[in-house]
C-alpha cells in the first residue's frame, strides 16, 4: 500500500463548475498536509496546507481533512482553464519525511 | 508565500563534466532542504535531504558521490552532478522548508540535458 493515494485522472471539469479532488494516506501519525499545483514543466506551486480536522478556505480553494478517515481533499470552486494541472498531495509527519502523491490531472474546459 | 529561487534554470554540458546546481531561500531560513528529480510525465522522486551543517541524507538508490549535496548556510544548498552522463539529464527541483508546519516550498528546477 501506498503511503499516499490519489486518483491519477485525469479529471475533466466544465468552466464554472466545482472540482472535487481526493487524497487518501496510511500513516495515522500524519500531523501536516498539503495540496501541490503542478504546470507542465514547471516545478511545483504550495496552494492549500492544512493540519487541523475540518475545512479551511482560501480564496476558491477548500481543503478537507478528515483524520479519522485519513483523507484530505481539494475541492476548487469556479474552475477557470488556468486550473487546469496535476494536483499532488503531500503528508508529512514530523517534517523531516514527506510522502507524495503520484498527482491528479485536472482539466478544467472552456 | 515564501521564495525559493534556483539556479541556473537551464543547463547544457558535455558528458563527463560536473554541473553545480544552487537553491536559496530568499525570505526565510531553512534549516532543511530537499532535492527532487522528475522525469517527463513523471512524479517527483526525491534524491536527499539536507540539513545546515550537516550531511545530507540520501534516498536508496542515489550515488552520494555522484550527486553531491552541500548546506553551507540557511539559506542555501548546492547540488553538483558529478562526471554528468546523458541519463542524468532531468529535471532537478530543489525545495526549502519552513519550519511552521512544516510546508515545502519549490524552487523553479533546474533542466539538465548532458550530451
Known amino acids: 500500500q501506498k503511503e499516499v493515494e490519489q486518483n491519477s485522472g485525469p479529471l475533466s471539469v466544465p468552466e464554472g463548475a466545482i472540482a472535487s479532488l481526493n487524497c487518501t494516506y496510511s500513516d495515522r501519525g500524519s500531523q501536516s498536509f498539503f495540496w501541490y499545483r503542478q504546470y507542465s514543466g514547471k516545478s511545483p506551486e504550495l496552494i492549500m496546507f492544512?493540519?487541523?480536522?475540518g475545512d479551511k478556505e482560501d480564496g476558491r480553494f477548500t481543503a478537507q481533512l478528515n483524520k479519522a478517515s485519513q483523507y484530505v481533499s481539494l475541492l476548487i470552486r469556479d474552475s477557470q482553464p488556468s486550473d487546469s494541472a496535476t494536483y499532488l498531495c503531500a503528508v508529512t509527519n514530523t517534517g523531516n519525511q514527506f510522502y507524495f502523491g503520484t498527482g491528479t490531472s485536472l482539466t478544467v474546459i472552456p | 508565500g515564501a521564495v525559493v529561487s534556483q539556479h541556473p534554470s537551464r543547463v547544457i554540458c558535455k558528458s563527463g563534466t560536473s554541473v553545480k546546481i544552487e537553491c536559496r531561500s530568499l525570505?526565510?531560513?531553512?534549516?532543511?532542504m530537499f532535492w527532487y528529480r522528475q522525469f517527463p510525465k513523471q512524479s517527483l522522486m526525491l534524491m536527499a535531504t539536507s540539513n545546515e551543517g550537516s550531511k545530507a541524507t540520501y534516498e536508496q538508490g542515489v550515488e552520494k558521490d555522484k550527486f553531491l549535496i552541500n548546506h553551507a548556510s540557511l539559506t542555501l544548498s548546492t547540488l553538483t552532478v558529478t562526471s554528468a552522463h546523458p541519463e542524468d539529464s532531468s529535471f532537478y527541483i530543489c525545495s526549502a522548508r519552513r519550519d511552521t508546519y512544516y510546508e515545502q516550498y519549490f524552487g523553479p528546477g533546474t533542466r539538465l540535458t548532458v550530451t
Open positions: 525570505d526565510f531560513q531553512a534549516t532543511t
Open positions: 492544512i493540519y487541523s480536522n
